[in-house]
Nanobody, 125 residues
Framework: QVQLVESGGGLVQAGGSLRLSCAASARTFSNYAMGWFRQAPGKEREFVASISGGGGTTNYAESVKGRFTISRDNAKNTVYLQMNNLKPDDTAVYYC??????????????????WGQGTQVTVSS
């Protein structure tokens, strides 16, 4: 498994921005596709964005496409989620996750075998 630690969550006004970071402990970070998921109170954990091991392919949930951008810096063993034009419905705990590289930018929660502890994002009206 890969150890993952998220950071960057917080409270922002609607229309604002946040950048989440996920630091990974891995000898070869590029061997892992990375994803962001979120879970609001009382709801299922849902896919937000993913990126392939080399960073060449990304995938986004329709609800965040055009507003969120996932990226990675393999030299820093870090994946990011830039969140712009935040909405109250974006309020959730955001989780970073790692999957074997061969899955690519997978959206399937079951393909991820390492998860961070999550970071709270709260968007006020």
């Amino acid at each position: 498994q890969v150890q993952l630690v998220e950071s960057g969550g917080g409270l922002v006004q609607a229309g604002g921005s946040l950048r989440l970071s996920c630091a990974a402990s891995a000898r070869t970070f590029s061997n892992y596709a990375m994803g962001w998921f979120r879970q609001a109170p009382g709801k299922e954990r849902e896919f937000v964005a993913s990126i392939s091991g080399g960073g060449g392919t990304t995938n986004y949930a329709e609800s965040v496409k055009g507003r969120f951008t996932i990226s990675r810096d393999n030299a820093k063993n870090t994946v990011y989620l830039q969140m712009n034009n935040l909405k109250p419905d974006d309020t959730a705990v955001y989780y970073c996750a790692a999957a074997p590289r061969y899955y690519g930018a997978t959206y399937s929660r079951g393909n991820y075998n390492s998860w961070g502890q999550g970071t709270q994002v709260t968007v006020s009206s």
